[in-house]
């Protein structure tokens, strides 16, 4: 009952400090700001790929689009946020205690709070790896493996790169696994049959909604556009890389001997998540295949220590952790301010830079009366349309690799064509966003005269 209790008391500490490093972050993170506009985009009626030049795979905005139908609020986002990185800590808890006592699960656990990036759709994914490689420890059985077969699909649904070799690296599993215990191909029909079940009913959402060459449009040739411009790596994300590699690497000459099958759903699924890697590595795509390589390696350090230095070094471990995660949040307490005038961000600490967008909104507002079509070129748009209260596809997500085989210099030339266009486009366009498009502020200086200005947005309208 104590061991109990210390679980409980563990897990809800865990969730509170998730909760505050959530709902104390600033509204100032563009990724964030970006995926909550796609779910609110969902909630007014627009669909991925129909309406929504997305090109990603959709689950992560379905699902966080379904409690926005309730209330369209940036907390509700919040609160959808913490559920998601709560259940990937609270599952990562579970799996080290199993596998290398309280006291692991405890370090794991904070330095999942620590370093996960609470922006990032694929905490999503890494939700379905683990629940993948906790499956796989159980016996095999028909329901096991079309539940399996349901969490393939499902990852795919999350991240179609990284997602697909985490199907490809079941598979592999469940063939060596078959082969291993002599169960036989049979039991892998469950697993197709899960898989493409799943599938069959994404694919009548494609059919259904006129969506099906729009999404392969954005989500094939419209990815190839995308990593050709990503790039870039950081100095932790490295090191993390390097101790994936090294624990992989001693994980298949040491450790394949002991419990074999279990070590390798766990290399094979690690292998999968360093895929998250390509082609940026940084912090943020490295902590999954870190936190993978972390069981092992805790697994080694338990082994070898004895058991007073286990427990210094343990609750030591947990103890600066905890201060180095409160250390990160106190500041965050401090200077905390919240916008009135825009109820959908209710109780969202703001970063001081929203004036500007609200004189934007305002004067936009002015233009749309007088019957013209306002189009905001600028990686901040989703920011004006939240302020707005509207959604407006595609520029909210103007991006570069956002739109397939479509070049986004074609869309702005097609609305500069129309007369009563007003084009909404700041002066430093070229160096706010590395992601805004390539050719647009040429494109708009060159065939438009500027009439008005807000801060440091221009308006332009084109030349007669």
Excluded at 5 to 28: E, G, M, P, V
Excluded at 95 to 118: H, N, P, Q, R
Excluded at 451 to 458: I, S
Aim: with cysteine; charged share 15%.
């Amino acid at each position: 009952m104590a061991k109990k209790s210390k679980t409980i008391a563990c897990i809800l500490f865990l969730l509170a400090l998730i909760a505050l490093k959530c709902f104390l972050f600033r509204f100032d993170n563009l990724d964030e700001i970006w995926h909550y506009n796609l779910c609110r985009g969902i909630t007014s009626g627009a669909l991925p790929y129909r309406d929504i030049n997305l090109v990603g795979m959709p689950l992560y905005y379905l699902i966080f689009s379904l409690p926005l139908f309730i209330a369209k609020r940036f907390i509700i986002y919040r609160i959808t946020e913490v559920c998601l990185i709560f259940s990937c800590a609270a599952l990562l808890f579970f799996i080290f205690k199993a596998e290398c006592g309280t006291v692991y699960a405890i370090i794991a656990a904070l330095i999942s709070c620590m370093f996960t990036d609470i922006t990032s759709y694929n905490n999503l994914l890494f939700l379905f790896t683990l629940l993948i490689y906790l499956i796989n420890k159980r016996d095999p059985s028909s329901l096991r493996n079309m539940v399996l077969g349901i969490l393939a699909a499902l990852a795919i649904w999350s991240r179609q790169t990284s997602g697909s070799v985490v199907f490809i690296a079941e598979v592999i599993y469940l063939i060596i696994e078959s082969r291993k215990i002599k169960t036989g191909f049979k039991k892998l029909l469950p697993f197709a049959g899960g898989f493409v079940g799943i599938n069959l009913l994404f694919l009548i959402y494609l059919i259904s909604s006129s969506s099906f060459f729009a999404f392969w449009d954005y989500c094939l040739f419209g990815l190839a556009s995308y990593s050709n411009v990503l790039k870039g790596s950081d100095p932790m994300g490295m090191l993390m890389l390097v101790i994936v590699i090294a624990v992989l690497t001693g994980e298949f000459f040491l450790l394949m001997k002991k419990d074999f099958l279990r070590t390798l759903s766990h290399m094979l699924l690690t292998l999968a998540l360093l895929t998250v890697l390509i082609p940026t590595v940084d912090i943020t795509h490295a902590i999954f295949a870190f936190f993978m390589s972390l069981i092992p390696l805790m697994s080694l350090i338990k082994a070898n220590i004895s058991n007073p230095l286990k427990i210094f070094v343990g609750w030591g471990t947990a103890a600066v952790l905890v201060f180095m995660i409160a250390r990160s949040l106190i500041p965050l307490f401090s200077d905390i301010s919240y916008d009135p005038s825009c109820s959908e961000l209710d109780l969202i600490p703001m970063s001081g830079a929203e004036s500007g967008f609200i004189a934007v909104r305002d004067r936009n507002r002015d233009y749309k009366a007088d019957g013209y079509d306002v189009i905001v070129l600028s990686s901040c748009s989703a920011i004006i349309s939240i302020y707005d209260g509207s959604f407006n596809p595609p520029y909210d997500l103007f991006l570069v690799g956002s739109f397939g085989t479509t070049d986004p210099v074609d869309i702005v030339r097609e609305q500069i064509r129309k007369d009563n266009t007003i084009i909404v486009m700041p002066d430093d366009y070229i160096e706010e966003n590395w992601m805004n498009p390539a050719g647009i502020y040429e494109c708009v200086t060159e065939n438009c005269t500027p009439v008005d200005r807000v801060g440091r947005f221009v308006y332009y309208v084109p030349k007669v």
